[in-house]
């Protein structure tokens, strides 16, 4: 069981917004800004999409947003397109004791 | 660019020690502020987090494996190394090193390494 918690699968249409929420607690998520999200096509390493709650890397397009309200993190497509059909997996500092945990993975069909 | 690359077994007995190293090109382990980490997935789950060191030689451990893990640098050859312990079945999985700039945040990754562990 990881230690966050994320809907197994989202969809959406081509166009559509999506949102996948990562729930965590006050000793992980609630408790740091250090919540990243990242996307994994079959077969790939993950690619990071979004750093410290709500930061893009250089390179990742803005149709990807992060934000976080109390415990739960949320990661937005906007305009979703094929190309995003992949995993997500969020993830999250959680101190000196546990590190760092992973959520267990959404995965997203665009329809 | 930096880039990754892990190396080691693709087989491993069961009770012995999984050993890989991850070779980085394109940027020394030795400047400061990064954060070499190791990350699994197991055959069609989900990411776990293994550990860190820290460019001060400082670590972090899963507390589920810390009894079996040891991260390592060696600067010398500009790698550095997971060890884990008393394998069984349920380590068989791909195994990434990564890199990141803050805790929690690998941005450079390597192509992942399958080991099995089996008899």
């Known amino acids: 069981q990881s230690a966050l918690t994320q809907p197994a699968s989202v969809s959406g249409s081509p166009g559509q917004s999506i949102t996948i929420s990562c729930s965590g607690t006050s000793n992980d998520v609630g408790s740091y800004n250090l919540v990243s999200w990242y996307q994994q096509h079959p077969g790939k390493a993950p690619k990071l999409m979004i750093y410290?709650?709500?930061k893009r890397p250089s390179g990742v397009s803005n149709r990807f947003s992060g934000s976080k309200s109390g415990n739960t993190a949320s990661l937005t497509i906007s305009g979703v397109q094929a190309e995003d059909e992949a995993d997500y997996y969020c993830?999250?500092?959680?101190?000196?004791?546990?590190?760092?945990?992973f959520g267990g993975g959404t995965k997203l069909t665009v329809l | 660019q930096v880039q990754l690359q892990e190396s080691g077994p693709g087989l491993v007995q069961p009770s012995q020690t999984l050993s890989l190293t991850c070779t980085v090109s394109g940027g020394s382990i030795s400047s400061g502020g990064y954060y070499w980490s190791w990350i699994r997935q197991h055959p069609g789950q989900g990411l776990e987090w293994i550990g860190y060191i820290y460019y001060s030689g400082s670590t972090c451990y899963n507390p589920s494996l810390k009894n079996r893990v040891t991260i390592s640098v060696d600067t010398s050859e500009n790698q550095f190394s997971l060890k884990l312990s008393s394998v069984t079945a349920a380590d068989t999985a791909v195994y990434y090193c990564?890199?990141?700039?803050?805790?929690?945040?690998?941005?450079?990754w390597g192509q992942g390494t399958l080991v099995t562990v089996s008899s």
């Open positions: 993830c999250s500092y959680a101190g000196s004791n546990t590190c760092v945990v």
């Open positions: 410290e709650v709500s």
């Open positions: 990564a890199r990141g700039g803050t805790v929690a945040t690998p941005n450079y």
